[in-house]
Structure formats: C-alpha cells, structure tokens
C-alpha cells in the first residue's frame, strides 16, 4: 500500500517536479501550519504562566480558529510530504515518535481549550489558575517535541546513530 501511495500521481509530482509549486510549496505550507498550530500554543501556554499580564485571558479563546486552520493545512501538507516518501517515512521511528507528540499536543491543548479558555469564570481575571500552570508546561513541552522531532525527520541516519531509534 505504501509503495502504492509512493508510486501515485500526486506523490511523483510532488516529489520530482522542478517546480516551486511542488515539493518546496509543500515543505513552506507545512513549515507555515506548524508555527500556527505551535506559535499559538506557546503564546497560549506562556499567558497561562502568567507572561504579558495585559493581554487578556478571555482573548485566548480566539486563537483557536488559527490553530486549526494550521492544522488543516499541516494535516494536507503532511499527507503530501508523507506519500512523496511513503515507504520510507513509514519505516522511521522518529517520523512516529513526532506523530505521537503532535497527537499529544492537539490532546493537551484541547483540555486547556476546555478546562480554562472555554471557562468564563477561569479566564475573567488577569492570572490563570494555579491549576492550569502545569497543563500550561506540558503544552510547551509536548509542541517543542513534537518540533525537534518533525525536524529530525529529515536526518534519519543521524538519529539512527545518536539515539538508536
């Protein structure tokens, strides 16, 4: 089925084709959908602990919009990328190790969205609940992961050699 998808009209154009319009214009649309989907989280998470005091809690919520605009347009590019090189993305731990935190991440910023941004009663002061600070944390943690990992996807000979994974 991966060599399918590999072999697949779309993948081969992707993959070979010398035009701007192909590989690069996937790889900067992937590249522009993680710093939403990333850059929002972490201003999301960082005014949670308490930076930019001005800025209000309530507003948080609107950036949820963005954030999953990023994630559609890194869910269509990643697809793109991934059928370029199916078989070989399949086959690398890494590429299922940044999968994992990029699911994590969506799981953990869903709960801040419903636990805190979503409650009136938890946003309308200036300071986040205490509460909030380590879901705060883990989403710095799991999207900065997910980062290191998606970047890495493009070195696997080295991380196979570093980390044995």
């Known amino acids: 089925m991966l060599e399918t998808l590999e072999a697949s009209t779309l993948a081969t154009w992707i993959r070979e084709s010398p035009s701007i319009f192909a590989y690069t214009l996937v790889l900067i649309l992937h590249g522009i959908g993680f710093a939403l989907v990333v850059g929002l989280n972490a201003l999301i ?25 990023g994630f559609a347009i890194n869910a269509l590019s ?33 709960r801040m969205k419903k636990h805190y941004l979503d409650n009136t009663a938890a946003t309308s002061g200036s300071v986040a ?10 989403m710095l943690a ?24």
């Open 45 to 69: 998470a960082l005014r949670v602990l308490g930076f930019a005091p001005l800025l209000p809690l309530g507003s948080l919520h609107r950036l949820w919009v963005p954030i999953w605009i």
């Open 78 to 110: 990643g697809l793109g990328l991934f059928i370029a090189d199916a078989p070989k993305m399949a086959g690398m731990n890494i590429f299922w190790i940044k999968m994992f935190f990029v699911l994590a991440g969506m799981v953990v910023s869903l």
């Open 129 to 138: 609940p205490a509460s909030a600070r380590p879901l705060a944390w883990a």
């Open 142 to 165: 799991v999207w900065l992961l997910a980062l290191m990992a998606g970047r890495m996807t493009g070195y696997p000979e080295l991380v196979q050699t570093w980390f044995g994974i």
